[in-house]
């Protein structure tokens, strides 16, 4: 009978605690609505893996040898081998985005380049902690505030933290509402946030929204060559939209692809949450950083349009460089609310939504130029 | 030549704190890793907006082409 209790008898503290992350996510994703397509798949993974002996993973059993675990395989094919799962994403991501507002305000892109800053100051901040510095470039990238950029960097880079690292970075991306206004207000005054600005666009033809995702291809590709496959799958996922003669194909990488991988996804990542590798004080000490990374990726960009300010007679507002982060469409609609709370007159969102795409692209760029120092 | 590791060290003596100075020449490893981390830092912002500039420019020229 002793069959019966020796699965019990194995739980190990980590594990408990690991099971409490587990419920934490589950209930971050249905009761607050955080994430939930990556965080409640990726809490209830943590639960799976971390039950004694789960069957989920690679384990040897007397008489039959190594049997193969579904999650330990799915995470072996689509993210050891060629980090599948978060490219195929990216194809249903680029497809899902429209650079409209972008391309007919073309200023919106340096708003993207700056607010990538707080990802490069939190490689320093993480390499002074003392960690290697691998894992401390794997830690910066969490703020590129894209979950599928953070997964495939830290996966390259053979990092030892991915299970710390894509939970920082999808519950960080569901906190924008909260963590940007702090950080927005902490460098700006009242006036600067409620400067106004009016939108007037260039019109942008069908042939721009053709080429533009083949020459960022290009140019990203020859200047930083790591990002071919990040930037590329973007760029990708966008043509096949913008197009006009693959609707269908359009439809799928939208809808059917983006919702199968991110439910494929979210439960291949809590391989890398089992209870020996997860619960360790460099957690902790992640998830601190990844904040961080939020944090000075939103002043990095306000202060940038502060820059700029300086320069130009035409005055930005700063919120909108705070909008640069990847974290689309919430950064985008962040902005607009605080811009209509200090003046119910000045509208900000088109401006903030180039921005926020710009981030999109930047953040991929920024993935691929750190996977670039290491090869 | 001085290596950086070295410069680091003997630099570090500017700052008048015994500590310090032990602390930075006794740990190399660590220094590399900070001077690296820095480096990235540095040569990532810069590569991020010429990539970025790049793709901003020829946006702008495409749209000027494409309104004509």
Not at chain 1, 155 to 174: D, E, F, H, R, T
Not at chain 1, 192 to 218: G, H, Q, W
Not at chain 1, 284 to 307: E, H, Q, R, S, Y
Request: proline letters at 4%; hydrophobic letters at 55%; one cysteine or more.
């Amino acid at each position: 009978m002793e069959f019966l209790w020796e699965g019990l008898l194995s739980i190990t503290w980590q594990q408990v605690v690991m099971y409490l992350v587990g419920a934490v996510l589950i209930w971050l994703a249905i009761k607050k609505d955080y994430e939930p397509a990556l965080l409640l798949p990726m809490g209830f993974g943590a639960i799976l893996v971390n039950l004694p002996l789960s069957g989920v993973l690679n384990q040897t059993m007397q008489g039959v040898g190594e049997t193969h675990g579904i999650i330990q395989w799915l995470f072996e094919i689509g993210i050891e081998a060629s980090e599948a799962f978060p490219l195929l994403l990216f194809i249903g991501i680029g497809a899902m985005i429209d650079f409209g507002p972008l391309l007919s305000n073309p200023k919106m892109f340096l708003f993207g380049a700056a607010a990538q800053f707080g990802i490069f100051l939190t490689i320093v901040l993480a390499a002074a902690l003392g960690f290697d510095i691998r894992d401390a470039a794997s830690i910066g990238i969490i703020g590129a505030a894209d979950g599928p950029t953070s997964i495939l960097v830290s996966q390259v880079l053979k990092s030892n933290y991915i299970g710390p690292i894509a939970v920082a970075a999808y519950s960080y991306m569901a906190l924008v509402p909260i963590i940007q206004p702090m950080a927005i207000k902490a460098v700006t005054t009242k006036k600067e946030r409620a400067i106004r600005m009016d939108y007037r666009p260039n019109a942008v033809s069908k042939t721009t929204r053709i080429l533009f995702p083949i020459l960022v291809t290009f140019v990203a590709g020859l200047v930083a060559p790591a990002s071919v496959s990040l930037v590329g799958f973007l760029m990708f996922g966008n043509l096949i939209r913008e197009c006009g003669v693959l609707n269908r194909l359009s439809e799928t990488a939208q809808n059917d692809l983006a919702n199968l991988v991110t439910l494929l996804l979210g439960i291949t990542i809590s391989f890398s949450m089992r209870a020996q590798q997860f619960v360790t004080l460099q957690t902790l000490m992640i998830m601190a950083l990844g904040l961080f990374a939020f944090i000075f990726d939103t002043i990095g960009g306000v202060l940038f349009a502060k820059l700029l300010n300086l320069f130009s007679k035409t005055k930005i507002n700063p919120m909108v460089g705070a909008a640069g982060i990847s974290a689309f469409p919430m950064s985008a609609r962040v902005v607009e609310k605080m811009g209509i709370a200090e003046n119910n007159q000045n509208h900000l969102l088109m401006h903030a939504v180039g921005a926020n795409v710009s981030g999109q692209i930047a953040s991929a760029v920024a993935g691929g130029i750190v996977l670039g120092f290491f090869m | 030549m001085i290596q950086h590791i070295l410069a680091s060290s003997i630099g570090v003596i500017g700052g008048a704190d015994g500590p310090t100075a032990v602390f930075v020449t006794e740990n190399p490893e660590y220094m590399h890793n900070i001077t690296e981390a820095l480096g990235i830092m540095g040569k990532g912002m810069l590569g991020i907006f010429v990539v970025i500039g790049l793709i901003a420019l020829i946006v702008m020229a495409l749209t000027k082409v494409g309104n004509k």
